[in-house]
């Protein structure tokens, strides 16, 4: 028999709160984190269509993790080291204790290390001066410095991996560490989402997409309104997501607290277009069903979608027209939500927040609400989105993430025994 | 060796500001790996920031011998001649 694999511990650095306690009050509450951007110092915001984002303010690494860790790397991997830290602390996980070859780190990074990229980049190309590239230029902008500095800081010497499929890369680091440990190659496996880069050269390219939304520059609140019908596009995000996944058998040898059991995960790709989604449906409900597959589920077994949902016309629209395919009359009676209206669109680390999301949801039988669904669009209206938080006892979540490249995952929690529950290691 | 106290003071400077540290405890005498715990990263890091603080350029073959705080002390003296002298060693090092 598989081994079954557990959620054991949680970490968020987020537009709406850095640590799990803050960022769920404030999601329950349906608050926005969505603010202007006043300046990509030295560029004004004129020559920008859009103008707002989901910022994660004030954050100063050292106030929560060791210097000597979080100066070598760039801003997205200092969020991944925030929320790893809380996550373990909150997992009550020893390392002194575990055997660390057991212990693996698999990161989901969209852009990486785009801070000091862009700057670098920009200084060479301004001042044609290659020796004052900085040294530490290549191991910042490595897309697994954030998996190497989490493993170093903790000793972590078990598989580590980072991957990088755009906005759906860390819910494949969830269904990678599901994998993995079921396959026995971990006891415990740190799952990280991480993206930062708000930064002028990103920002810029994602607006030339006209990806983004950019009507309401002057509402910054209102921006980011998945399955409403004036939608416009997604707000970019930032911030970390981290979710300790070990082994049942392990979690409870340990009697450790369980937030809940990821019991599935698909991942496929459309093979259709890099950055549009298949208008029929058809590849997201695919994955969507081979997911409940591995989860050994049905779909009239989910209670709760936490939906990628951008707030992309196309992609809402798309992903409203799978549910349906799939869950038949079941969708009206499934509960949906969209993390993405209340922080915007956190690329690599969207995967591991509505994963965050998920297991609350499961864990508290609470739903937090979809800000901005004001003026539900007929394309995708579903009776269970709300713009209010919602009640109900969750068995079965599905979280959705889709990324450019033509690219769908999809994972499966269940809720976990009422022994789990109870357990606090 | 007599070191040039602008100098000397400059490069404990930026040590004593990559180790978050006095520079008063910063030693010419001090090992950079043995005394001081840089590893071959820090190290250069740190000649990259000396780099920049005295508008130099470092070759590679030198950093062989750049040990010590005073080794480091003593290369810049080299590179940017002694102060009496203005730039007439850095000169005779590109001809």
């Known amino acids: 028999m598989r081994a079954r694999v557990v959620v054991t511990g949680l970490g968020v650095v987020s537009p709406i709160g850095i640590g799990i306690s803050d960022f769920w009050k404030a999601a329950l509450a349906g608050q926005s984190g969505i603010s202007a951007i006043s300046s990509f110092d030295p560029f004004p915001m004129d020559g920008y269509r859009s103008k707002v984002a989901g910022q994660v303010r004030d954050f100063s690494a050292d106030r929560f993790i060791d210097s000597v860790h979080g100066e070598r ?63 530490n230029f290549i191991p910042v902008i490595t897309l697994n410095s954030a998996s190497g500095i989490i493993a170093i800081a903790y000793g972590a010497k078990g598989p580590n991996l980072t991957i990088s499929t755009a906005c759906s890369s860390s819910a494949h680091a969830l269904g990678q560490a599901l994998h993995c440990i079921r396959e026995g190659r971990a006891d415990v496996v740190i799952v990280v989402g991480a993206d930062a880069s708000i930064t002028p050269l990103v920002f810029a390219g994602f607006c030339s997409l006209r990806a983004l939304s950019s009507k309401y520059n002057d509402y910054p609140e209102k921006a980011s309104r998945p399955f409403d019908r004036l939608r416009d596009g997604f707000v970019m995000g930032e911030g970390a997501g981290a979710l300790i996944l070990e082994s049942a058998a392990h979690a409870k040898k340990r009697k450790a607290r369980v937030y809940a059991e990821i019991a599935g995960y698909a991942a496929t790709s459309e093979a259709y277009h890099m950055v549009i989604p298949r208008e029929d449906g058809l590849e997201v409900a695919y994955t969507m069903k081979l997911a409940l597959a591995d989860a050994g589920l049905t779909p009239t077994q989910v209670d709760y979608i936490n939906a990628h949902a951008t707030a992309t016309p196309i992609g809402d629209a798309v992903e409203v027209k799978a549910i349906r395919q799939l869950f038949k009359s079941r969708a009206d009676k499934i509960t949906i939500n969209a993390t993405k209206s209340l922080i915007g669109h956190t690329l690599g680390a969207a995967g591991a927040i509505g994963g965050i999301a998920s297991v609350l949801a499961l864990y508290t039988g609470k739903i937090h609400p979809t800000a901005n669904y004001d003026d539900p669009d007929p394309a995708c209206a579903l009776a269970g989105l709300s713009r209010s938080a919602q009640e109900r006892r969750v068995k079965v979540a599905l979280l959705n993430a889709f990324g450019f490249g033509s690219n769908n995952a999809a994972v499966v929690f269940k809720q976990a025994t009422a022994e789990g529950r109870r357990s606090k290691g | 060796m007599a070191t040039d106290p602008t100098i000397s003071l400059k490069i404990r400077t930026a040590l004593a500001e990559y180790l978050k540290r006095d520079p008063d405890r910063i030693l010419v005498t001090q090992h950079l790996r043995d005394d001081l715990g840089l590893d071959s990263m820090a190290v250069i890091e740190l000649l990259y920031r000396i780099e920049e603080a005295f508008d130099l350029q470092i070759p590679d073959q030198d950093l062989v011998g750049l040990a010590t705080v005073g080794h480091v002390v003593s290369y810049v003296e080299k590179r940017l001649g002694k102060p009496a002298k203005s730039s007439k060693p850095k000169s005779k090092k590109k001809s």
């Open chain 1, 73 to 135: 790397v760039d801003r997205y991997a200092q969020f991944g080291l925030v929320a790893v830290k809380e996550a373990l602390a909150d997992s009550g996980l020893q390392m002194a204790k575990e055997n660390p070859h057991r212990v693996g780190v698999i990161v989901g990074a969209g852009m990486g290390g785009m801070l000091m990229g862009e700057r670098e980049i920009t200084q060479l190309y301004q001042q044609q001066k290659p020796h004052r590239v900085h040294p």
